[in-house]
């Protein structure tokens, strides 16, 4: 299976705070999830923790290397900046990534975080999901429990895989 590809600067273990959540499901494809990833706008009508995303620079509605866009989503106003794009094709996975920020210095937030999107033997799909995240706030993250990341990322999963599941019986 792939991995996720780490920029300079967010490689896990050397990032104050690191989530990675995955799920491998029966009866999907990784065109069957894409669309859902890679439309943004589409995120709250699946995953309740991301809102009021918009673009900047007249780019959308979809991702793509070097779009700006901003959402909100744990309590944070988010910038971001999609950093690495690679739609799934055959025999190889879908990759998104974005570096998103927040607030400034004490407040400061830095995060990468990543998604592969990849079919595998026997009709299944695998969604990774990995972020890395700098500064005092991802400190206060990481002793947070239960993790608010690992949880969160994992409902994006969940809502994610049940909106492909909706929209191929549909």
């Known amino acids: 299976m792939n991995s996720i590809s780490w920029p300079d600067g967010y490689v896990p273990g050397f990032t104050e705070n690191f989530a990675s ?3 491998i499901v029966a009866g999907l494809s990784a065109a069957d999830v894409w669309p ?11 995953y309740v923790n991301s809102a ?10 979809q991702l793509e290397r070097g779009a700006r866009f901003y959402f ?19 025999g190889q996975p879908g ?15 830095d995060v990468h975080h990543a998604w592969l999107v990849e079919d595998l033997p026997g009709g299944r799909v695998r969604i990774l999901t990995q972020e890395t995240q700098r500064g005092k706030p991802a400190e206060e993250l990481h002793h947070a429990k239960p ?3 690992i949880n969160g990322h994992q409902d994006w999963l969940d809502g994610l895989v049940a909106a492909a599941r909706a929209g191929k019986s549909a």
């Open 95 to 109: 990759r998104v990534a974005w570096h998103g920020w927040s607030g400034e210095g004490e407040t400061r937030l």
């Open 36 to 46: 859902l990833l890679n439309t943004p706008s589409r995120w709250p009508s699946y």
């Open 21 to 23: 959540n995955e799920v």
């Open 147 to 149: 993790n608010p990341m």
């Open 72 to 90: 909100e989503t744990f309590g944070f106003p988010v910038e971001s900046q999609c950093n690495e794009y690679v739609p799934p094709s055959a």
């Open 52 to 61: 009021n995303i918009r673009f900047h620079d007249d780019k959308g509605p």
